[in-house]
């Protein structure tokens, strides 16, 4: 495992008891922060930017009314830690240098406040996102992956243009509620969790997800699986455990691949 890994212990607290945590708050914060600079720069490896599009959010572990995020106009794929804005829910950038993204302040702070469970937020205008949210509906079960959102995720159908008033976000939140994503219609996909490692999978594998119901609706009429099967498995490929577990992997290689991204 890479840097980010070392001086972690088991949480027995942990609801999957398995999930490694850094210990005290700069540790903490730094793991946060180095995954978040990571997972931009997977976004923009797997093309998922478009110009000045797409928020990465981690809530800071002391003030908790405070987020990390991306300052708009840095690409995906040069991000920095040393780049990553430190905003308060009010609005105000209190550390870093650079714009903050008006869409971005005003869905991810409306999702923190709404909810002290999550973690982090992933929004982006990745194009299968895009082209499935057109549809107006919700993922179906057709492979296991998409099973991690079987009954855990929302249609927010209330598209009125770029989010930036403060009500909209507030609906977003409300429609979220306690699960793991949404899909905003005519707009793109948003991911939540309890750790910026698992908001960054589930927006990954639901991206590829779209891709798979689209491609498979496009070939004939796909066979759904059952309900109590699509239940079983969200279990496996749908726990918090699954989600920080399968971003290990792709956090290892772009460190490998783009060490500066830790600068």
């Known amino acids: ?25 700069d540790e903490i914060r730094r793991d946060r ?7 931009l720069r997977l976004f923009g490896k797997f093309g998922f930017d478009e110009g000045l599009a797409g928020h990465i959010t981690v809530r800071d572990p002391e003030r908790l009314d405070h987020f990390w995020v991306n300052p708009m106009g840095r690409s995906f794929k040069q991000m920095r830690v040393s780049d990553l ?31 002290p469970n999550i973690t982090a937020a992933a929004h982006s205008h990745s194009v299968y996102g895009k082209a499935f949210s057109a549809l107006g509906k919700t993922l179906d079960p057709l492979t296991q992956d998409s099973c991690a959102f079987y009954d855990d995720h929302v249609l927010f159908d209330d598209f009125s243009g770029v989010v930036l008033d403060n009500d ?19 707009h793109g996909l948003l991911t939540v969790a309890d750790s910026i490692d698992a908001a960054a999978w589930w927006y990954i594998t639901m991206e590829r997800s779209c891709q798979a119901q689209l491609l498979a ?15 079983l498995t969200r279990e496996t490929v749908g726990s918090a455990l699954a989600g920080w577990f399968s971003f290990q992997p792709l956090y290892d290689v772009i460190v490998a691949e783009q060490p500066e991204l830790l600068d």
């Not at 949480?11 to 945590?21: F, H, Q, T, V, W």
């Not at 905003?87 to 406040?113: D, K, P, R, W, Y």
């Not at 699986?225 to 239940?231: R, V």
């Open 1 to 25: 495992m890479t840097e980010a890994a070392n001086s972690i212990v088991m949480n027995a607290s942990d609801p999957e008891g398995m999930i490694p945590r850094p210990q005290g708050m």
């Open 168 to 186: 909209e976000g507030q609906r977003i939140a409300a429609a979220l509620g306690d699960r793991k994503a949404a899909i905003l219609q005519n």
């Open 217 to 231: 609706e496009a070939a004939g009429k796909p066979k759904l699986i059952d309900h109590q099967t699509a239940l």
């Open 85 to 115: 804005l430190l905003v308060s829910h009010s609005g105000a950038v209190v550390e870093g240098e650079g714009l903050l993204n008006g869409a971005a302040f005003t869905i991810h702070s409306q999702i923190h406040m709404s909810n």
């Open 33 to 39: 922060k180095n995954k978040l600079a990571a997972a």
